[in-house]
Nanobody
Framework: QVHLVESGGGLVQAGGSLKLSCVAS????????MGWFRQAPGAEREFVAA????????DYLDSVKGRFTISKDNAENSVYLQMNILKPEDTAVYYC?????????????????WGQGTQVTVSS
């Protein structure tokens, strides 16, 4: 089992920045990828970004490319999401995820472990 704990959410004005952090514990050697999904009210969970733990391969949702950057610290079993130029449509609960598969999978079913989520609210 892998346990994921997110932090860093909050309220920010449009155009602002936030950095999300996620720490993994437990059987982390069983995972190959860590990343982020989000879920807005009334919407389905949506892939945001993911990064491979063995190299620098990463993937992003088209609407966040150029604004969000995912990074990792393998020694700390951590993944981060730097979010810049935030928009009201980025408002959602953001979930840290981990998977045995690669980072190009966008379906939530491909991710084995999920954190509890952290709220990000962007005001206009």
């Amino acid at each position: 089992q892998v346990h994921l704990v997110e932090s860093g959410g909050g309220l920010v004005q449009a155009g602002g920045s936030l950095k999300l952090s996620c720490v993994a514990s437990g059987r982390t050697r069983s995972t190959n990828t860590m990343g982020w999904f989000r879920q807005a009210p009334g919407a389905e969970r949506e892939f945001v970004a993911a990064i491979a733990l063995s190299d620098l391969t990463s993937d992003y949702l088209d609407s966040v490319k150029g604004r969000f950057t995912i990074s990792k610290d393998n020694a700390e079993n951590s993944v981060y999401l730097q979010m810049n130029i935030l928009k009201p449509e980025d408002t959602a609960v953001y979930y840290c995820v981990a998977s045995q598969y690669g980072p190009t999978w966008h379906h939530p079913g491909m991710y084995d472990y999920w954190g509890q989520g952290t709220q990000v609210t962007v005001s206009s």
